[in-house]
């Protein structure tokens, strides 16, 4: 097993390779090339939620560091070759709480310009954060385009999700992280847990707003923890799969809500 320490040296002689391959020298004196701008920038995203932010403002050449389906990126262990990566890229995008960002910001070279993501799948901070992209990545009208269709889809799904609840939104209660997934259903969360699974305590207190639904994050799933509360537990992704795509991760929560209100 690689230690901390030998990564990390790993890690500078790949980026040290890559930009000596890329130069012919270790030292030219010269000032980096600016970074690309349109579609053409080369995006390495930490996880598929940074990527499909990165998707959506409009950018194509994106890498992914964290493989699709993995059930808590913040804990993935980057291997070397991963991190070279980083070294290939204009952009690289992460977030604060991914434990391997420090490691992604070593592996950065001079061409690579590091952006902090914020990662809240709420509508109105989703679109702030993919036309702040759009503005980097300098595809601004792409990612306006998206957020106006958003708009369009997302209230379509709502329409949806209300008629499965008849006109009567459901009380539920939610995990801190997917707590917006409330919304779908015209609702707010009558109470919110975690990010932790819930103690007793916070089980007597959840059960005591008699849900109909729980919305659990996939995440850090509590459902053992609330076993116990007599409502359907609803798995809501913060992430999306391998294509990438926003839209078609809020179109399977919304389903998964609607399939749970029966």
Not at 117 to 122: F, K, R
Not at 157 to 178: D, H, N
């Amino acid at each position: 097993m690689i230690t901390m320490r030998r990564l990390r040296l790993t890690t500078a002689a790949v980026v040290a390779a890559v930009a000596a391959a890329a130069c012919g020298s270790t030292d030219t004196g010269a000032a980096p090339p600016p970074a690309p701008k349109g579609d053409s920038v080369k995006v390495v995203a930490a996880s598929t939620w940074e990527a499909g932010l990165a998707k959506a403002a409009g950018a194509n050449d994106i890498t992914v560091i964290v493989p699709p389906g993995l059930n808590h990126a913040p804990d993935y262990d980057p291997k070397p070759s991963d991190l070279a990566k980083v070294a290939e890229a204009d952009v690289v995008l992460y977030a604060p709480f991914e434990g391997f960002a420090g490691k992604l910001k070593e592996a950065a070279g001079s061409r690579a310009k590091l952006v902090e993501v914020s990662l809240d799948n709420t509508p109105h901070k989703i679109k702030a954060e993919v036309t702040r992209l759009g503005a980097e990545f300098g595809t601004t009208e792409t990612a306006i385009a998206w957020t106006t269709i958003f708009d369009i889809e997302y209230e379509a799904l709502r329409k949806r999700v209300g008629r499965a609840t008849r006109g009567t939104p459901p009380v539920i209660v939610a995990q801190a992280f997917v707590a917006w997934a409330a919304d779908l259903a015209g609702a707010r969360p009558a109470a919110v847990y975690g990010p932790q699974p819930p103690t007793a305590g916070q089980i007597s207190k959840l059960m005591a707003t008699r849900p109909r639904l729980v919305l659990d994050n996939s995440a850090m799933p509590g459902g053992a923890a609330l076993a116990n509360l007599r409502a359907r537990r609803v798995v809501i992704q913060n992430f999306p799969d391998h294509r990438l795509d926003m839209m078609t991760m809020y179109r399977a929560n919304a389903n998964a809500i609607i399939a749970a209100l029966g």
